[in-house]
């Protein structure tokens, strides 16, 4: 199975602040990264898929970088509502799988 | 508006079984691939199943292959999970989620999650 890492696992930062989230896999998954947004007591929101690519109504602050095992989720300027856990998703082979989540708060 | 309503959690005891469904809406059911992901209390994510929009094609990590059968029924837009021989380790909130291409792909759309608990 392929391991994807997400560092850190926690990060406080202030609102307007530039945010820069990683995420690495165990080996090479092309472009078949996804970022999720999970707000506390909610489900899973999709914000990027193939790495790069903003689902359909994801604020444009939300921007995903990255290919073959190296992956960033930058958020341009932090809002108050981006306090979540976000995780990042392989989708190049079976099974797929999740890293372990980076928890974002506001200082 | 995609929605995707699970239902049929609950408490079990170890050993014995359970079955899920996730009621669909809002799109053409037949033309996606479906999936559950799991989430034990206060921990990731867990893919459990992915099935194909036939049905002839199921997909299962290691950790539930054998116990956990996905299934659907197209007629009635609507996604199972038949969970056996339940271990403690089974405990989570279930998703149903969609597949956002008709291949094993990321998920557009999630349920709002239905818990399992399973304990003596």
């Known amino acids: 199975d392929i391991q994807m890492t997400q560092s850190p696992s926690f990060l406080s930062a202030s609102v307007g602040d530039r945010v820069t989230l990683s995420c690495k896999a165990s080996?090479?998954?092309?472009?078949?990264l996804a970022w999720y947004q999970q707000k506390l007591g909610e489900a899973p929101k999709l914000l990027i898929y193939?790495?790069?690519s903003l689902q359909t109504g994801i604020p444009s602050r939300f921007s995903g970088s990255g290919s073959g095992t190296d992956f960033t989720l930058t958020i341009s300027s932090l809002q108050p509502e981006d306090v979540a856990t976000y995780f990042c998703?392989?989708?190049?082979?079976?099974?797929?799988?999740f890293g372990s989540g980076t928890k974002l708060e506001i200082k | 508006e995609v929605q995707l309503v699970e239902s049929g959690g609950g408490l079990v005891q170890p050993g014995r079984s359970l079955k899920l469904s996730c009621a669909a809406s809002?799109?053409?059911?037949?033309?996606?691939?479906m999936a559950w992901v799991r989430q034990a209390p206060k921990k990731g994510l867990e893919w459990v199943a992915t099935?194909?929009?036939?049905?002839?094609?199921?997909y299962y990590p290691d950790s539930v292959k054998g116990r956990f059968t996905i299934s659907r029924d197209n007629a009635k837009s609507s996604l199972y999970l038949q969970m056996n021989s339940l271990k403690s380790e089974d405990t989570a909130t279930y998703y149903c989620?969609?597949?956002?291409?008709?291949?094993?792909?990321?998920?557009?759309?999630w349920g709002q999650g239905v818990m399992v608990t399973v304990s003596s």
């Open positions: 099935i194909s929009t036939s049905g002839s094609r199921t």
């Open positions: 809002g799109f053409t059911f037949s033309n996606y691939y």
């Open positions: 193939n790495a790069n």
């Open positions: 989620a969609r597949h956002a291409q008709p291949t094993v792909a990321h998920a557009d759309y």
């Open positions: 080996q090479n998954i092309n472009k078949y």
């Open positions: 998703l392989q989708h190049n082979s079976w099974p797929l799988t």
